[in-house]
């Protein structure tokens, strides 16, 4: 298989010497921009009811919903191996000794063999960072932080509670520490069209990030978000225009940056727009399908087919 660019999954093949899935938990957390802390309300586009597989609920413990979450996939592949993702709202919200009690608790459950924790760039303190940089040395660590967009008046517009800069800082001192860093963005947020996605490309490269998890902007019922969408549209995606948003985004990456995934598929019963109809798995063919056809990546592949990665 070709490969235009570091995917997840080739990077996680390398890391460990068996297969590897993610198991989504919802520890219970809540979000310093929902509860006042912060903010009220939350990030306009949020509902966090579309982050959670159906295994996924808080009313059970984390071991309880990682043997649910292992239960799902062994029966696909019996040997697999877990990474536990504290995946639902802000997972570093809670005083250290409790969050240390769900990781480790996390990181018991056998055939567990790693963390990935999901977070606010504001909320990350220097003690938890000290914390996680020794677990970093036991197992395997990621930290993942919404980002979502390097422009502070989007930032502004879609309620996300810090700025740019609180952003970078929280990656450079994670990075810092040794810790796989990785980050959120969506394309296509309220007043960012193509150029200035294209524009910000650099810039989030230019972040001391691993691993980048890029989302096209989808609407959901009942947000504040789908409110504005209705009272003032704005422009969404269709498939045809954000793969080639996507193929000359990637072009403008670091080409050792890892790319975890570049759709996310809301439920339709709460996704207002767009209606793409399409499997992650078609995206994906289709983005492949253009990849392919693009000088730029042919260049690329006949380096890659001479033994040089991308
Ligand atoms: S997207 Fe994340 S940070 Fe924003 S309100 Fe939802 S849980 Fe909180």
Known sequence: MKQYYNDFGTWLRQRFPYKVQKISIDAGFTCPNRDGLTGRGGCTYCDNRTFNPAYCNRKKTITEQ????????????PAMKYLAYFQAY?????????????YEEALSTEDVVGIVIGTRPDCMPEALLDYLEGLNKQTFVLVEYGIETANDRTLLHINRGHDFACSRSAVERTHARGILTGAHIILGLPEEDREESLRQAPIISALPIDILKIHQMQIIRGTRLAEEYVEHPFHLYTPQEYIELIVGYIQLLRKDLVLDR???????????????????????????QHLRHTQAFQGQYARHSSGLLL
């Open 66 to 77: 990682l043997e649910d979450g292992k239960r799902f996939f062994s029966k696909k592949y």
């Open 90 to 102: 802000t997972n570093t919200y809670s005083p250290l000794e409790s969050l240390r009690r769900m």
């Open 262 to 288: 570049f759709v996310s598929q809301a439920p339709s019963d709460l996704l207002v727009a767009p209606k793409w109809g399409l499997k992650n798995y078609e995206f994906a063919n289709l983005l492949m």
